[in-house]
Each structure stands twice: as C-alpha cells, then as structure tokens.
C-alpha cells in the first residue's frame, strides 16, 4: 500500500513549480490503461472462467504482466515479483509509451542486481482487479459496457488464484522464489500458506498475516471518500469527460494513505513549518509545503489510477486473514515449506513491525529464526521501496540459501 512508482518512493520533497505546471490539464475520468492504448512491455495471459471465493464469475479474465530473463530448460529459475496496492507490472525499464514512468524497482530487478535476470526469469503480473491491463472495473464486460459497479468483490486469494493461472500458461510449476511487499506481501504469503508445494523461498517484506481493526477502519474513511465524490456516480462513471471524473475523492483518498506510507520523521524533518510560497498560509490564503506535498500526489494519482479499482483492491486488501478458515493464524503459517525472508520497518506505521515478527515466529523456516529483519528506516512503510540497498542485501541471501 505505497506508492509503487519511482518518481513518487523518492524522499519526499517540496513540490516545484515545474511539478505544478505538470499537473494543469483536467484530469481523465479514470487513469486505467485502456485497450487501444500503447501496450509498452506489457503481456498478456487471458483465461476463461474465473470464480471468485464470493460465489461470483467473471467470464473471461485476463492478465497483464512483463518478465525479465529467460526460462531455464528444467523451469526452475521462475521468480515472481508482486506489487503493492497501486503497483504495476512495470517493475523494470524505462519510461515510454504504455509506461509514463520508469520501473519501480530497477534498483533490485536487473542484470548483476539481486534478483539477477542474467540468471532467474523473473515475472511481474498486474493483479486481478487492477487498472494497468489486467481484467478490473474497467475493463469491459461481456455487454460492451465497462464492469464498473457490477466488478465482483475480490479477495487475496482469488488475486493469487489468478496469479495461479498466469503460472500454469507460463509452465511453472514452482517458482524459485516468490517476492512481495506491502500488499504484494500479502500475495506472497498467501502463495506460501495456500500453495505451499508450488514456492521454494519467498519474501514478504511490510506485510501483516491479518488487516487488523485498525487498518480496516483506516482503509474504510479512504473508501468512503472516494464514494461520496458526486462525480463517482456509484461508480458509474466512465463516459465522463476530462475534469468530471470522481478525482476530487480519489485525489483526497490518497492524500489520507500517503500520510500512512511515510513517517512523521522525515515529514517533519522534510517540511518542518516552511511555506509553499512566500504567501503567508497564517489567514493570507499561502499554504503550508506539506499541504502542497499532499495535493500534488494526489493529484498526480488520479492520472494513472481507476477509482474502482481502487476500491476493489482495497476491499481486497480487507480480506486478508492467512488464518481465515485454517484453524487460525499460527496453523495457516505452519503450513509453509519455503524457506522466507520476513522484513520490516521499524517506523512503518501502516503495518507494524509486530506483524512481520508474528508472521516470523510462525513459519517453520525462515532465514533469521522467530524474528523479522527490522530495517531502520526514517522512511515509514515506503521504505521497502526507498531503501534499496538494505533490502537488495536480504533478498541475496534469501536467493543463496
């Protein structure tokens, strides 16, 4: 649940006015790739009938993914990399057509890089549900019509379900390793509890075994949010032009995630008081830096992102309970046979570091025993992401052991 785009997992920054003035267009009804649009490195896997854990159907499901390297004779080098909330499967490359922007993980994806594609043959799938080329609300149903408001409710293990299928049609029958963070974390551990035979190592880095209370009450305000925008239209709203979309929602929405992805630290240490300009925000109509920090991103979102979608994965991210009809959670995760890297963040304050030491304490093998790796980091959740060096470090030793 970050922000999954390299121009946004840098330390924050003052907003320019260069950043500013790349934001002056009215905004599209939905930022979803779209067929017809530039199809970049994507690929695509389509699949028939695909039922949901809810009882309901999709008709035809596809996947959009990329991969790096190639696939071993024996089909044992297969690594499966998992993005976050508002991920994609543009992990690598630069940006182009079909990609406004670079890979969100090049640092550690890449010739002689940690997860090496001189040597593994490592795929990247945009989850069911999602707005970059996968079968999502978007997408258009059966009628000619986009799914919109009639998109089935998903949960993790239906998103793993398909990511199942993706495997099947790529002939892997065991991925060497299976690799997550934050909500992709999820993914892999569902991998891991669900499909134990099928995953020989996998890592999942500021992920929890269960969406507690409280992330479910903080995810509920930002969905809310978005369906209260009148220009969501109860989700109704793909014929709408540029500016009538329910970006002002979707906008808002992200600006209440972002203060959970990072820490008061470096906000406070990045912003401190400062001003936006040199229009005092003390009754003068100026702003605060942080305020502006806020609206940008924000806005910038609604330019890559559906607000179904968005709904859908976080309903999704909900759903997450490894335990969930397997005898809770300490049985569900001593069903894993992979050897697992857990990683946290000692200032993540969207899911805390005592969720990865629970998951460590119960999978069976893991690299440093009953606890987590803790990065320090003044970085909060999107550290996984920005502290790429730490992490690169742990995913060697994970892919030697």
């Not at 509890?193 to 903080?218: C, E, F, K, Y």
């Not at 820490?263 to 005092?280: A, D, Y």
């Amino acid at each position: 649940m970050d922000w999954q785009i390299s121009e946004d997992t840098v330390p924050s920054a003052p907003v320019t006015e260069a950043d500013a003035r790349s934001l002056l267009g009215r905004p599209p009804a939905t930022g979803a790739w779209r067929d017809g649009d530039p199809v970049g490195d994507r690929r695509f896997a389509s699949f028939g009938s695909f039922a949901t854990e809810n009882g309901e159907s999709l008709p035809h499901v596809r996947l959009a993914y990329e991969t790096w390297g190639e696939l071993s004779p024996a089909r044992d080098n297969a690594v499966l990399i998992l993005h976050a909330l508002t991920g994609d499967s543009h992990v690598r490359g630069a940006a182009g057509p079909g990609h406004p922007t670079a890979g969100w993980w090049s640092d550690l994806v890449g010739p002689g890089a940690a997860i090496d594609t001189d040597r593994w043959f490592v795929v990247a799938p945009n989850m069911l549900g999602g707005c970059q080329g996968s079968t999502g609300p978007a997408s258009i149903a059966p009628d000619g019509y986009e799914w919109a408001s009639r998109f089935p409710y998903l949960t993790i293990r239906d998103q793993v379900a398909a990511q199942a299928l993706l495997a099947d049609a790529l002939g892997v029958a065991q991925w060497y390793a299976v690799v997550g963070g934050s909500m992709g974390g999820m993914h892999a551990l569902e991998w891991a509890v669900g499909l134990p035979d099928r995953v020989a190592r996998a890592a999942t880095l500021s992920a929890p075994p269960i969406t507690t209370a409280d992330q479910i009450a903080l995810n509920s305000v930002q969905l809310d949010t978005v369906r209260v925008d009148p220009r969501f239209a109860g989700g109704e709203y793909y014929d709408a032009g540029d500016g009538d979309g329910p970006h002002r929602g979707l906008a808002l929405a992200r600006r209440m995630a972002l203060l959970n992805y990072r820490s008061p630290t470096e906000l406070n240490q990045r912003f401190q008081r400062s001003w936006q300009s040199g229009v005092s925000p003390l009754g003068r109509g100026g702003r605060f830096a942080v305020e502006s920090y806020l609206d940008f991103h924000g806005n910038k979102f609604t330019r890559r992102f559906d607000a179904n979608s968005y709904l859908t994965l976080v309903e999704a991210m909900n759903s997450h309970d490894v335990g969930r009809d397997r005898e809770g959670v300490d049985d569900a995760l001593a069903r894993v046979t992979a050897t697992t890297l857990v990683l946290g963040i000692d200032s993540d304050r969207l899911f805390p570091i005592d969720g990865q030491h629970r998951i460590a304490r119960g999978i069976p093998q893991t690299l440093d025993g009953d606890e987590a790796v803790v990065l320090a980091s003044d970085f909060g959740h999107d550290g996984f992401l920005i502290e790429t060096a730490a992490v690169a470090a742990h995913l060697r030793r994970l892919f030697a052991a």
